[in-house]
Structure formats: C-alpha cells, structure tokens
C-alpha cells in the first residue's frame, strides 16, 4: 500500500484509505502528515522533558497545536506548507534538546522520533514515503496498542483545534498543552499496556472537556452568550464573501473590515453558529447561512459567486470553476489557494485581497429561502429551563434525543432525515456539529413555543 489512514469516518471499507484519500489526498500528503505527526512526537517528548524542569519553550505550545491541527482531515493539502512545518519542528526540537543539554538535563533514553534528522526537502519525502513502517500508524504492529495510540492522537488533533481558537482570543491554560506533549509522548512508550492506554485514553477525554469549557470561556466572554436567533438562508443583490469553519475571530476582523464597503458576508457549514452570539448582530452586513453541510460544497461554491474563506477544515478538492476565488488562514491549506498570513502579534489579519476580489464579482446565486432557527447553547437552555421542565411535567415534552457529529455524504446518512421526520410531535432534538444539516430545515414545528430542533 503507498499510504494507510483511517482517521476520518468516510475512510474505505470502513478499515483504512490506501491508495489515496477518499478525502482527495495523495499518498505522498498523507505519508508527510504522518511525518508531520512523528515529528510532533520527537517533539512532545523532549518538550516533557522541559516541563519536568520547569523550562518554558517560547512558541512551542502553539507550534504544537498549529501541527496537530494542520493534520486533522480536510484541512490541509499543501506538500508545501508541510515541508517548512517539519524543517521548523526539527529545528524547534533540535533547539529544545540543545538548552535542556545545557542544563544538565539526561537526555540519553529519547527516542528515534527525537533523533531523527533530514537535510532537504527531498529527504524529507524520501523519509515520509519509504520510513512508513517507522513513523506511519502500521509502524505498531499490535492491534489493541495501534488503535488506542491513534484514538489518543485523535483526540489530542480535536484538543489542538479548540485550544488553538481559544488562544486566537487570548485564554488558554498550560495544563493543556502539558498534557498534550505527555500524552503523544506516551504513544511512543513501548512499556504502556492495554489497560495504561485505556487509561490515558479516558484522561484524554478529561481534558477534551477541559479544552471545550475553554473555549466556550473564550467565545462567551468575548462575544457574549448565544441566544435564540433567526438566521436568514437566502441572499441579497450585493458581492459577498463566504465564511467557512469556525474561528469567530476571523470573523470578526473580516466584518470589521468589510463595513462600508459594499460586501456581504455570509457563514457556511459549522461557521453557522456565529449567528447566535450577540456581538456579530451589530454588522447589517452580516447577512445570513449559505448552503448546507461541508460536503455539498462543490455545487454550493460554484453558484455563490464570491470568494469563500476557510478558517478551519473541511475543504474538499474544488472544481476549476471556483479555486481561483478559495482562500485559507490559520492552519488550513491548497495547493493553488491564496493564503492570508497569521497576524502579527495582535494585530488583525489583513483580509483586504479577498474583500477587493468580492467587489470584482457578482452577488450570490440564491439557493433556498427562509429562515432557521438556533442558538440554543447551555446559557439559553437554563433561561428556558421552567419552560422546559414544565412540559417535561406535563407530559407535552416525552423525549430528548440528542442528533450530534458530522454529516455524510453517504446516502444512508439519510437515516437521520427519516429519524428526525418520523418522531412523535412530543419529542426534543437536540443537536451539535454539521449532522444539524441533516434535519435543521425540517418543519417539524414545537412544543408550547419550544422548537422542536434545539442547535446546540
């Protein structure tokens, strides 16, 4: 096989992509995220080693964080970017090694993915391509072990992506990152049983919740918390930028820098909930959801005309007709996609390229019409409370199912639609990612003035 990844839930069969990505990446990308990951690990486990002493890196709690996230799917397919990361990774390790040397620190028993070295970009292939059974996920050949490893790293990629929104606002906590570098550490550590994997496993979890509450501190605290909002689907005769992922603060900045100029903007996929926090309702320009579910791209890009913007993940290989008009940011790439740098210190990122390239182009091409309705995160639940539990009471609420995770473009992802038609008029949906996509344009009505889908 010229490649092996099994991350995502669309993978082959089930069992692994190993030819190419059903995600559109080449093995030679898939092999240098691979890469990418092994050195993260040389770098984890000398950066443990600066924790125990009480050595702060400068930079290397968000180099970490930025590597992580660049792996996760669909979110970065630039060879490019992934070479200059792993020359930087090595030398931030090597850097790290050096002044732990420096301070006495015994650094005899590292291992081999904190040894290893390249001198060019052409190594750096050679080594991702013909090293997998080193540093890809077949390299552990125990069954049990590999897949607790993975679901760790896993969860550390998902881990790196909140923290790193969060830290874009200014709140973070070092006891993450921390736990992050011992955590992928520990997945080089060939003493650790089944059961010490379990273990780690289950305190991923812990600070997956941990990393969740700070980012909900952040977004909250700056933007203030989401609130019951209906959210316009269809379009206005104006140029406009569509905004895909989930960093607010990007969005943020773009608003800023689109006021009197003439362009719309308009959310896309999992950037919906923005909507729902009170401090983006001051942007009349700010003016509404286009489309629906990551997948559904292609055809939705093509008709709305303007530039799209990633923030985050979820890109799928673009038609010719739109990729001249793609940009990315932060840790999401594409070979022939323009990329806005990342800010300076704190200062805003200059979006002024995708604005003027918005001015040049037509206004969207309307799809769907209507509103939606959302905003139902846990400030607004607990201010519905009484309402709540007084139909829960009285018998008009029977149930609550909770409908969460990441629409499919598989046609038996329709199950869900059915699910959500077929339920009794007395029943709550509560739901969470993109699945929302799969039943948040049904009329399914409500319950003494609750929707019966509650977007959490």
Not at 218 to 233: D, H, K, M, R, W
Request: hydrophobic residues 35%; glycine residues 8%.
């Amino acid at each position: 096989m010229s490649m092996f990844c099994y991350q995502c839930q669309e993978t082959v069969g089930g069992k692994g992509c190993t030819k190419v990505g059903v995600c559109g990446k080449t093995a030679d990308l898939a092999n240098l995220q691979d890469l990418m990951i092994y050195t993260l690990k040389g770098i984890a486990e000398v950066g443990v080693k600066a924790d125990e002493i009480g050595y702060e890196v400068p930079g290397l709690d968000r180099f970490m964080m930025d590597g992580l996230f660049m792996t996760i799917t669909n979110a970065n397919f630039d060879k490019e970017r992934f070479l200059k990361k792993i020359k930087e990774g090595l030398k931030l390790r090597d850097e790290i090694k050096e002044n732990l040397k420096e301070k006495g620190v015994d650094l005899s028993h590292l291992k081999d993915a904190a040894t290893f070295s390249v001198n060019s970009d052409d190594d750096i292939v050679y080594k991702a391509n013909n090293d997998k059974e080193r540093v890809g996920v077949l390299a552990t050949k125990d069954e049990d072990i590999r897949s607790l490893r993975e679901l760790i790293t896993y969860g550390l990629k998902g881990m790196a992506a909140y923290a790193e929104h969060a830290d874009n606002l200014g709140y973070n906590d070092p006891e993450i990152p921390k736990f992050m570098r011992r955590a992928l550490a520990a997945t080089m550590d060939d003493s650790l049983t089944v059961e010490d994997l379990i273990k780690l496993t289950m305190e991923t979890g812990e600070y997956g919740v941990k990393v969740m509450a700070l980012l909900d501190k952040a977004n909250t605290s700056t933007y203030g918390n989401p609130e019951i909002t209906e959210v316009n689907i269809g379009t206005r005769n104006n140029p406009a930028i569509l905004v895909s992922g989930h960093d607010l603060r990007d969005l943020e900045e773009l608003l800023e820098q689109t006021k009197g100029t003439g362009v719309d903007v308009y959310t896309h996929g999992e950037m919906l909930p923005a909507h729902y926090y009170p401090a983006f309702k001051k942007y009349d320009h700010f003016v509404g959801n286009y489309g629906n579910a990551w997948w559904k791209q292609k055809e939705e890009f093509e008709k709305f005309n303007g530039p799209i913007l990633f923030t985050t993940n979820c890109i799928v290989p673009p038609k010719e007709s739109y990729a001249d008009r793609v940009y990315t940011t932060n840790s999401t790439g594409y070979p022939g996609f323009k990329h806005i740098p990342d800010r300076v210190g704190d200062e805003p990122k200059d979006f002024s390229e995708i604005i003027e390239h918005a001015k040049r182009l037509p206004a969207p091409t309307q799809i769907e019409s209507g509103k939606i309705v959302g905003g139902f995160a846990h400030a607004q639940v607990f201010a519905l409370a009484d309402k709540i539990v007084e139909a829960v009471k009285s018998g008009a609420i029977k149930k609550f199912f909770v409908m969460a995770g990441c629409d499919g473009r598989m046609k038996q992802r329709n199950y869900y639609t059915e699910f959500a038609k077929a339920l009794p008029k007395d029943t709550v949906i509560l739901t969470a990612g993109c699945a929302k996509y799969k039943y948040n344009k049904l009329n399914l009505g409500d319950i003494n003035g609750i929707t019966s889908v509650l977007d959490a």
